[in-house]
């Protein structure tokens, strides 16, 4: 009996440690709004997660979005962290799926419209699912077509990257001493995507994967990176194991929004063995290989931003000497946690801006609009500086 009781405390513990998410902001330490005034270097706009758009309307989140690209110059970029068209990617022109998958990826696009920076998207799992490569090919088409049309003072010719769905880490040149690596890390962590053939792609093999990442991380020597890829090394909502107590006592809600049966017992052991048993969550061996081994790549070369999306949050932790930046809440909002190296935590929609003042310090702005509209929709700011 005494061992019953402390099995439930102990359950009922772990239950709260996991269960303290939240959509409101969450901070810590000492932060300031700060009044930036020097003109940009160059800026980068991060959103991920965003191919949930309602059939024929767009979003708030694109309106504001828009409003601010169309005042950028040349010297900014915007980078969709993917998951671009949910929940299967994009369908071929004969199924009844394809007019809300292609409404879903022209409300991105047309925030672009008149945006005069680089515009790059990248792949995450859901652009993957049901269709696979050949889904993905037809959204790198669709992407590239539309973006060729948009105005293009930086010549830029590629804006799906990686190509053809391949993995393949790629460097692209940004400014004067910042660099940017993009890569496909669905394609590193799920065998299937990595089936069929790869005679087209530069990298072949998962190995191939982590070293050209390297390799590329440690050219970059005295400039600036930002990595951009779908999956984050940290993060504090339901793929890094923080669920809300809903999920664990009601987890058919997951699937189903309206499913509220409870099943706590079951509900807490598949939640926990899902962070193993998926390659899309932080404690599998796939995805902590991925996390292990750009990390060390990193720490060699120096302090870089790490941004990803899949999370539907907006998060800024900073661990091992590095920035890792989550924003994955493009259309989609979940509860989230602070965790190891949390500075800043919030559960709605948005968008990150990282502001260069020079090519070694910037300013990282959490943007959700609708919200502190008296500080200009700005949830939280922080200089940085990159090594
Ligand atoms: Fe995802």
Redesign the pocket.
């Known amino acids: 009996m005494k061992e019953f009781s402390l099995g439930i405390s102990a359950l009922l513990f772990t239950w709260l440690l996991s269960g303290c998410v939240s959509y409101k902001a969450q901070y810590t330490g000492d932060w300031k709004r700060l009044k930036s005034t020097e003109e940009s270097y160059f800026t980068i706009y991060l959103i991920g ?1 965003a191919g949930n758009a309602p059939m024929d309307s767009s979003t708030k989140v694109f309106d504001h979005l828009k409003r601010e690209l169309d005042q950028e110059k040349v010297n900014s970029a915007i980078i969709w962290l ?2 671009n068209i949910y929940p299967v990617g994009l369908a071929p022109v004969q199924s009844i799926y394809r007019p809300l998958g292609e409404h879903r990826l022209s409300a991105q696009l047309n925030t672009m419209s008149d945006f005069q920076g680089y515009k790059f998207f990248v792949p ?3 652009d993957w699912y049901t269709y696979g490569r050949i889904g993905l090919r037809r959204q790198e088409l669709l992407v590239d077509s539309f973006l060729r049309q948009t105005p293009n003072p930086n010549l830029q010719h590629n804006f799906f990257i990686p190509d053809k769905g391949c993995g393949d880490p790629q460097i692209v040149d940004l400014a004067k001493g910042i660099s940017l690596l993009l890569m496909d890390s669905h394609w590193f962590l799920n065998e299937q995507a990595r089936t069929g053939d790869q005679d087209i792609c530069t990298v072949q093999t998962p190995k191939q994967y982590i070293d050209k990442l390297r390799s590329e991380i440690l050219n970059q020597k005295d400039r600036s990176l930002i990595v951009a890829s ?1 999956h984050p090394p940290y993060t504090y909502s339901h793929h890094g194991g923080k669920f809300p107590l809903k999920d664990d006592i009601f987890p058919l809600t997951q699937v189903v929004d309206w499913l509220y049966l409870p099943f706590p017992a079951a509900g807490y052991f598949v939640n926990r063995m899902r962070l193993r048993i998926s390659e ?1 969550d932080v404690y599998h061996p796939l995805y902590k290989a991925y996390k292990s081994n750009l990390i060390e790549a990193l720490e060699e070369k120096g302090r870089s931003i790490i941004a990803s ?2 999370e539907h949050t907006l998060q800024f932790i900073e661990n091992q000497n590095q920035y890792f930046i989550v924003s994955g809440a493009g259309t989609k909002h979940n509860k989230v946690g602070m965790g190891k190296g949390s500075t800043f935590a919030i559960g709605e929609k948005g968008y990150v801006k990282i502001i260069f003042q020079n090519p070694k310090e910037a300013l990282v702005q959490f943007i959700v609009p609708g919200h502190f509209k008296e500080y200009n929709h700005v949830a939280y700011e922080k200089m940085i500086e990159l090594k």
Request: without cysteine; proline residues 0%.
């Open positions: 997660d993917g998951d995450g799992n859901h779908h899309q999306g899949h």
